[in-house]
């Protein structure tokens, strides 16, 4: 199996449904960052994955007709996932964000690892070590931080099509498709996820030829 396309193997990097240039998504992450550390600057409420208004978000994104308005909802539950409320943390993830946005892969995965010492029940940070570990090639220590993501967000759509990518490049593609299918389950209005799964199928098909 020759595996996904290189543009489309990064994209449970970039936290955005739609297939594009690996900055288009950064750019997104990023800008949701910001906006965290102004709220947190402005004495907003700590959040993470246990804030109570990702249940009204959650059920909102599954209901959502079309990408269009499933994007600000989107936007919303990673700017919620991204503050720790941990000052130290979100320092942190700053620094490993711009990093990641960098190609700085190196110092991207010291600043998230140091997050998951300091704030292990956190998923993000997890999930962006996972990010980090998947670009590097390590495959199966990025499923590992996957699994420490869901087991502290179980709807985290951005980790499930992680693993559904991570399975995709291990050449698992019933293990891609499974994982590509919960997180459009979560968020349905993922084009790019919708064509990886398209992808999985496919090869699922041709093997039984």
Known sequence: MAGLPARRKQRFSLGTPEPGPIIAGMKLWVGALVVVLFAMLAGAAPADQEDPRLDKLFQQLKTAANTESSQPIEEQIWEIWLESGDQNVDALMAIGVAALNDSDYDQAYRAFSRIVVLAPNFAEGWNK?????????????????????????????????????????????????????????????????????????????????
Not at 150 to 164: D, I, N, T
């Open 129 to 209: 070590r996972a990010t980090v570990l998947y670009l590097m090639g390590r495959y199966d220590d990025s499923i590992k931080d996957i699994a420490k993501t869901l087991a502290l967000e179980p709807r985290h759509f951005g980790a499930l099509s992680g693993l559904g990518l991570c399975n995709a490049q291990l050449k698992k593609e019933q293990e891609a498709l499974d994982a590509f299918e919960k997180a459009l389950a979560i968020n349905p209005n993922m084009p790019g996820i919708k064509l990886d799964a398209d992808e999985m199928k496919k090869q699922l098909g041709d093997k039984q030829i």
